[in-house]
Structures are given as C-alpha cells and as structure tokens.
C-alpha cells in the first residue's frame, strides 16, 4: 500500500493559486493518483484523477512527475469555500484504501 | 450520477442496542466500503467487499460486522453498540477498471450517519 505524506495545513488568501503536495514513494504501477476533497460533516467528494503527467478540469489541475513518487494538486484562484480537508490517495483499487491524514486548507478573505 | 444512499443520517442509541447501518448504491458498483470518522483521526477503514457475499476485514473491524447480499446493498452491523462507537459512519462505492480518466477506483460517498451511542 502506498503510504502517503502531506502538509498537515496551509493558509491561502482569496484569489491565489495553492498547490497542495503529496508524496507517495511506494505507489505501485497499477495506482492511480485520486485527490479528494471534504468539507465538515460531509464525505469526501472526487475532485481529480491522474496516473502520469498533467491532468486538468473545471476545478483543479494534476501535476505527476515522471516517477510518480509525488503528486500536486494545484487549485487556481481559491474562494472560501474552498476551505476544506484535501487527501491524496494512490489506488489500483484491488486492496484495501487508506486515507492519510489530508491537509487542511484554510482561505482567508 | 452516482448515488450513494445512507438509510439514517443521524441515529441515537443505547449501550447494548443492535444496530444497522444501510448503504445503497444505484450504479452496479463492484466495491463497496465502510469508514468512521472520529476528530483528530481521519477516515479508518472499518470492512469492505469487492463482490456480493464478499468482505475483508479494515484497519478497525473489532465490534462491527458486515452484510453484502446483494450488489447495490452494504450494511455496516453493531452487534452490541458501545459508547466508543459513538462516530460519523461513512459508506462509499467504487467501479473496477482501468484506463486513465476511466472513472474507475473513484470512490463516491454518502453523506454519513452520524451515530450517537449513550
């Protein structure tokens, strides 16, 4: 299983770009990298997938370096409900998942 | 879209009680997952099944039992419910697959029970 390791917290302010690190130096070939996003209350919901590269959508981008042992979550121009709980979880869906701690982002207006 | 359905989101019980706890998922997912979530410890996986009458134990299955007869249903059991059960339960489902941006392994949620045992 990959373990993984993020920043614990990060502050931002309205309008920046964060970029939310994780490594995960034991992911296997089959993983895919899936972040996850989850406000108080509520189960974390998908915010983005990738295996290699960059993968980018409505909300985030991916980026994935060539050896896969890291990944970063790069969210532009956050707003306040942004704020939230972000895990990184490296899959191949054929074990058991566990979540790591996450980072907890706060977004100060 | 993928729904994930928890029969109760909030649930009080009393020390001893049996205890069921439903999750229904609409989209013929292969896996299915129950986790608990406490302050200061993060989601803990409790069981999980990779097919109908399949399961495999968590990290923290002690006190807790699993029922998947059918693909779409997985419920969570507390034979004997404790007070230290007292936490916000978290059902979620994922398809098998392969393929970049296929939409596999991504797990949907619930919105959670939260359990309250006095």
């Known amino acids: 299983l990959a373990k993984t390791t993020q920043p614990i917290s990060m502050d931002s302010y309205e309008g920046q770009e964060v970029n939310i690190t994780c490594s995960h130096n034991?992911?296997?070939?089959?993983?895919?990298i899936t972040w996850y996003q989850q406000f108080p209350s509520q189960g974390p919901r998908f915010i983005i997938q990738?295996?290699?590269t960059k993968v980018t959508n409505e909300v985030a981008s991916l980026f994935i370096p060539a050896d896969r042992k890291s990944s970063t979550l790069s969210l532009p121009r956050v707003s306040l409900s942004d704020t939230a709980v972000y895990y990184c979880?490296?899959?191949?869906?054929?074990?058991?998942?566990?979540f790591g701690a996450g980072t907890r982002l706060a977004v100060h207006p | 879209d993928v729904k994930v359905t928890q029969s109760s989101r909030y649930l009080v019980k009393r020390t001893g009680e049996k205890v069921f706890l439903e999750c229904v998922q609409d989209?013929?997912?292969?896996?299915m997952f129950w986790y608990r979530q406490d302050p200061g410890l993060g989601l803990r996986l409790i069981y999980f099944?990779?097919?109908?009458?399949?399961?495999e134990k968590g990290d923290i299955p002690e006190g807790y039992s699993v029922s998947r007869e059918k693909k779409e249903r997985f419920s969570l059991i507390l034979e004997s419910a404790s007070t230290n059960q007292t936490s916000m339960y978290l059902c979620?489902?994922?398809?098998?697959?392969?393929?970049?941006?296929?939409?596999?392994?991504?797990?949907?949620f619930g919105a959670g029970s939260r359990l309250t045992v006095l």
């Open positions: 099944s990779y097919d109908v009458k399949m399961k």
């Open positions: 979880l490296p899959w191949g869906g054929y074990n058991k998942l566990i």
């Open positions: 990738g295996y290699k």
């Open positions: 034991n992911i296997a070939t089959n993983d895919y």
């Open positions: 979620a489902s994922s398809r098998t697959g392969t393929g970049a941006l296929s939409g596999a392994n991504v797990l949907t």
């Open positions: 989209m013929d997912h292969e896996n």
